[in-house]
């Protein structure tokens, strides 16, 4: 065989090598790109939650069966369908029991590890808007009557009184809901207020009834409910609010999701943690949580080693950054010694992979030292990310 045929031949064995690699990493990648792999943190499981979409029983346009297939194929532990009770798009299918979405869920997730929660939306196009009620016992019994027809139409009557919005509220209330404000927007504002967080939220509040937001709805982050999240002290939550297929809005990254640090895997568990603002929220490359929550999945997600070297005659210290979680964290670095390779200290952790930071010169090994971290993918405030930093011990080489 001449030496171009050989190289021809060759060139195309390493074709036909890298087009079957392309296959065995795309099938590896496809399998893997239903695991969401996020780690529990100190005393808590971290579930994986999406509480508000829709089916056919309301406005969506898929069965309730299809959203328990969807969930598990998008590796979540719990799901509420939030029908709205306000307005049947189909008013042929759900005709007039609003729990038959929530049986046929449940029915469906039977011994498949999802646990489904009884959920509503009440949605008035006045202040307060859109609310979620989730834990309910019966959600046949919320008055709507505001309503002119909610039937394949969304009409509200002329004038509405204050008592005909806050009906469904108090009757939710009754069955210890937790409730939440969802997508605050300008989007049907009655310019009576000029605040998202209207009298209406405020009375809500004071009657112990409204204790969540929704910042991130539909993979959208809300910059004034995360606001209103730490002024107001409500539980923070990242809904789909999906009402078709989830798979195509999201098929270049994982679900939006809230994560719940729950004691136990169950409703009750669900609840107690939701009721107790333990959540994270989970979005594109983002985190957005309460400082114990971040730093928690932070410090759960990467682990960190230390080792002595010399390089030629110089002492490094080499920290290694181990991620086992899926989320690639961008942090600002400092440490008390010189951080080798890194400009202004930014290190990238990406998921799955260790880290390698380089510290330099160190002529005398303390026996221990920190390096204090800023992860800016992780918001405790709109304006500022985690500040953790971790404690090194270096170890004596014998
Ligand atoms: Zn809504
Ligand atoms: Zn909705």
Redesign the pocket.
Known sequence: MGLIRHIQESMKLKLRISLLMTLVISSVSYAQESKVIIPDIPGYYTLKGDFHMHTVFSDGHVWPTFRVNEAIRDDLDVISLTE?IDYEGFPNIIDQDYNKSYEIASKAATNKGLIIIKGV?I?PRVAPY?HNALFLEDANILPTEYMKSGKAEFVMKDSITHDQLMGPFLAVKKQNAFVSY??PSWGWWDTKDTVLFTSFHQELLDADILKGVEVVNSGNYNVIAHRMALEHDLTMLCNT?EHYDNHPRYKDTHRPMTLVFVKERSAEGVEEALFNKRTALYFGDYVIARQPEAEALFKSSVKVTTERKLRKAEPLLIVNFVNNSDIPFETKMKAEYDIEGFPMGQVVIPPHDTTQVILKAIWKYPAKTTIKVTVENILVTPESGLETEFLLFIEEIN
Request: zero cysteines; hydrophobic letters at 0%.
């Open positions: 709205h939306e949605s859109h969802n997508h609010d």
